[in-house]
């Protein structure tokens, strides 16, 4: 059976708006960074830096599973 190639639209910017909805969400569940990364288990820096660095800096699966816990919300809206 022969494959080949085909055509998928794969977002650039999907860390940015990983980054961007983990802000977003955070800030509507009313949580701090620091608690944000106390409650994950994570450094303050790290989460800061997550925040705004705007895509620069990317997380584990495992952790977005973890910010998605404790901010109630579904992962998937991290990627719209």
């Known amino acids: 059976m022969a494959t080949f190639p085909r055509d998928f639209e794969f977002k650039n910017d999907i860390k940015k708006r990983i980054s961007k909805n983990i802000k977003k969400y955070r800030l509507k569940a009313g949580i701090t960074q620091e608690q944000l990364a106390v409650d994950i288990g994570l450094s303050y820096d790290f ?34």
């Open 47 to 80: 989460v800061r830096r997550l925040e705004f660095k705007k895509g620069k800096v990317g997380c584990s699966i495992n952790t977005l599973y973890k910010i998605s816990v404790v901010l109630d919300t579904r992962i998937d809206k991290f990627f719209l």
